[in-house]
């Protein structure tokens, strides 16, 4: 090969690198986020809802869901790899919360939205 077809490649294989890098990133900000709602959506819920519902104490989703969200902003802010344990274990706690704590809470009307001065509205 010569020279400038080396190059060529370089940059090619530099832009391809530095596309998967922000791609990787993005999906760290969308995790980072979705740990963010988790942990407002569990502060806003109120502690009696959640052994009603058969689930674990608001006070330990909370402290599951706060720790997952330092170590999602973290693995956003470039402090730890994307591709960390650490980071996907975060997003896999707030999903577990989204996906089957989250609809439990909202089915025996765990607090939330929609509540006016008189009640559901």
């Given at each position: 090969m010569t020279l400038n077809v080396r190059r060529k490649v370089i940059l090619v294989a530099g832009?391809?690198?530095?596309?998967?890098?922000?791609?990787f990133w993005g999906l760290a900000i969308i995790?980072?986020?979705?740990?963010?709602?988790?942990?407002?959506?569990?502060?806003?819920?109120?502690?009696?809802?959640f052994p009603a519902a058969g689930k674990q104490s608001k006070k330990m989703w909370t402290i599951i869901l706060a720790i997952a969200t330092v170590?999602?902003?973290?693995?956003?802010?470039?402090?730890?790899?994307?591709?960390?344990?650490?980071?996907?274990?975060?997003?896999?706690?707030?999903?577990?919360?989204?996906?089957?704590?989250?609809?439990?809470?909202?089915?025996?009307g765990g607090g939330g939205g929609n509540m006016g001065p008189y009640g559901r509205w």
């Open positions: 832009s391809i690198q530095s596309g998967l890098g922000l791609f995790a980072f986020l979705m740990e963010v709602f988790a942990l407002v959506d569990a502060v806003r819920r109120p502690a009696q809802a170590f999602g902003l973290a693995g956003a802010g470039g402090i730890l790899s994307i591709l960390d344990i650490i980071p996907v274990v975060s997003f896999i706690a707030a999903v577990i919360y989204l996906a089957d704590v989250r609809p439990a809470l909202k089915a025996i």
